[in-house]
């Protein structure tokens, strides 16, 4: 087994890799013209983020038995013309679960106790008490959309606290002893708060805007530690501005680069520039997923799954 690594990842992977005897080779700065090229000599290979593996690509891989990719979804990769060519298709959303999940509850109870702007305030010279009183999390419902790895640890984290946790998955029978299962409908009737631990797919793009956000009965707060797409940047500015979102801790943005490695292509957006200065925002570069636990986590999971298939 000839294995092509095109991020760097945790250094376990290629050890225990070459203790299954596999050939690994690591190339982090061929272009992606460059790395087709050479494709057809890998059954396998190892991707985070660099570029998309699109048909072009598959086409050049002829040899290719499987493409690990690690993190928790698939975006990046023509998942259907992998499948159709025989390609097993590994992710790791078992590997950044907890990070995600303790990321999403620390963003939820900095923005109900104001810490981003206290903490901003107190290193300016400002002792300001009453103006910043902050918001308890009990007794509130939290709705959780995609209840998957991430939402179901998500709802583990909150069983210390005394809300409601209720989750809408396009799948059925996903609910447990942490969360029930209700019709979307009912999500946005009873929320107080909103977490998305959604893929990226066509459902999902642009799924929080004008009108989704409309349809909430209360004001709300807004997670997102999943795809920056799903959300409407400019439709969750107006919401911020009228009141019907509350505030907004946001890991991932509308405009990120599929490598992830900067942000802008260009100018900054309009929208943004309101988020960077909204008091009520949290933002962070999508590290959410990114710890030095879940590096290790993540890695050991592609080990795990191609051991299972193909030893």
């Not at 104001?114 to 009183?133: F, I, P, S």
């Not at 993540?298 to 080990?303: C, F, G, H, S, Y």
Request: proline share 1%; hydrophobic share 40%; aromatic share 8%.
């Amino acid at each position: 087994m000839k294995i092509l690594h095109i991020d760097k990842n945790h250094e376990l992977l290629i050890n225990q890799f070459n203790d299954l005897g596999f050939q690994n080779d690591e190339d982090y700065t061929s272009l992606k013209e460059e790395i087709e090229q050479k494709i057809h000599k890998y059954n396998g290979i190892v991707i985070r983020s660099r570029f998309k593996i699109d048909k072009q690509f598959l086409d050049k891989a002829t040899n290719l038995k499987f493409i690990g990719r690690v993190g928790a979804g698939l975006e990046n990769i023509d998942c259907e013309y992998a499948i159709k060519k025989g390609i097993h298709l590994i992710s790791a959303p078992e590997g950044n679960r907890n990070a995600v999940a303790e990321h999403a509850l620390g963003m939820l109870l900095s923005l109900f106790n104001k810490l981003n702007k206290v903490d901003n305030e107190v290193r300016n010279g400002k002792w300001l008490r009453e103006e910043n009183r902050g918001v308890e999390l009990d007794g509130k419902t939290v709705g959780i959309i995609g209840y998957g790895n991430t939402g179901k640890s998500f709802a583990k984290k909150l069983r210390g606290f005394d809300v409601e946790v209720i989750c809408y998955d396009i799948k059925n029978d996903v609910g447990d002893e942490n969360c029930r299962q209700v019709s979307l409908e009912e999500l946005q009737k009873k929320a107080d708060v909103l977490s998305l631990h959604i893929p990226q797919t066509e459902l999902t793009i642009n799924m929080v805007n004008e009108n989704f956000i409309n349809k909430f009965s209360k004001s709300f707060w807004l997670i997102n530690t999943a795809r920056g797409k799903s959300v409407v940047t400019e439709d969750l500015v107006f919401a911020l501005k009228n009141g019907k979102i509350l505030g907004a801790g946001l890991d991932v943005l509308e405009y990120e680069k599929t490598s992830f490695e900067s942000l802008f292509l260009s100018e900054i957006p309009q929208a943004f520039q309101y988020l960077i200065n909204a008091e009520n925002v949290i933002l962070s570069p999508h590290i959410a997923g990114w710890t030095i636990e879940s590096k290790e986590k993540l890695a050991q999971t592609i080990v795990d799954k191609v051991k299972l298939k193909f030893c």
